[in-house]
């Protein structure tokens, strides 16, 4: 069964600490992964898309990595305005009109 | 920067009653989506719609739903006897139709609450 999961399911980070969040998948065949953010009572942001291992992509403090079975969302020196769910989602070729399969996210809270 | 919209954005409504979720893709978008998350839990996949038919549908899309664009603007969702399960936040995502343009842009939700 095709499985996107997600940690740690929570972070707390102090203003300025450094770290990763993970997201491991086993999909056959990956299309493309995304990383999506999720303020309280709000839709996914999108945020950055990765189509083939050794991928990168970087926004303000935020990073995006690929490798074959997982991703990684850097966040350097976060602010709390960084705090959010983030969302790791996956498409997979023989999917008719490549839905999204979304793992559980990650909650970051970023103390000032 | 275009946006994918939503109304309502809070919907109460009693059980056996019929809703319709209301969604304004991206004006060049193609391809459409409906996806749910009920309260604490990951967002899941409902329907996907294209050239006015359903390409795929989730085993959560049963006979109750259904998915309409009466026009070219809107696309719609209809629960036509809502159950209290139903009650979660509705997204729904639009994309191009371009290859390599897979990223799909959501809107900012209908939390409907079933009574």
């Known amino acids: 069964e095709d499985q996107v999961t997600q940690s740690p399911e929570a972070l707390r980070l102090q203003e300025g600490e450094s770290s990763s969040l993970n997201c491991s998948y086993t999909?056959?065949?990956?299309?493309?992964l995304f990383w999506y953010r999720q303020d309280p009572g709000k839709g996914p942001e999108f945020l950055f898309t990765?189509?083939?291992a050794g991928e990168e992509k970087e926004k303000e403090r935020l990073k995006a990595t690929l490798t074959k079975k997982e991703s990684f969302l850097h966040i350097t020196a976060p602010k709390p305005e960084d705090s959010a769910t983030y969302l790791c989602?996956?498409?997979?070729?023989?999917?008719?009109?490549?839905?999204?399969?979304f793992g559980t996210g990650t909650l970051l809270a970023v103390q000032p | 920067e275009p946006e994918v919209t939503q109304t309502p954005s809070h919907q109460v409504t009693q059980m056996g009653q019929e809703v319709i979720l209301r969604c304004v893709p991206i004006?060049?978008?193609?391809?459409f989506y409906w996806y749910r998350q009920i309260l604490g839990q990951k967002v899941e996949f409902l329907v996907s719609?294209?050239?006015?038919?359903?390409?795929?549908k989730s085993e959560i899309f049963d006979d109750q739903f259904s998915v309409e664009r009466p026009d070219g603007s809107n696309f719609t969702l209809k629960i036509r006897s809502t159950k209290l399960e139903d009650s979660a936040m509705y997204f729904c995502?639009?994309?191009?139709?371009?290859?390599?343009?897979?990223?799909?842009?959501f809107g900012p939700g209908t939390r409907l609450l079933v009574l």
């Open positions: 995502a639009s994309r191009k139709s371009t290859s390599g343009q897979e990223t799909q842009y």
């Open positions: 999909v056959s065949g990956l299309r493309g």
């Open positions: 990765l189509y083939s």
């Open positions: 989602a996956v498409q997979y070729y023989g999917g008719a009109t490549n839905k999204l399969i």
């Open positions: 004006s060049n978008h193609l391809y």
């Open positions: 719609f294209y050239n006015n038919e359903i390409s795929e």
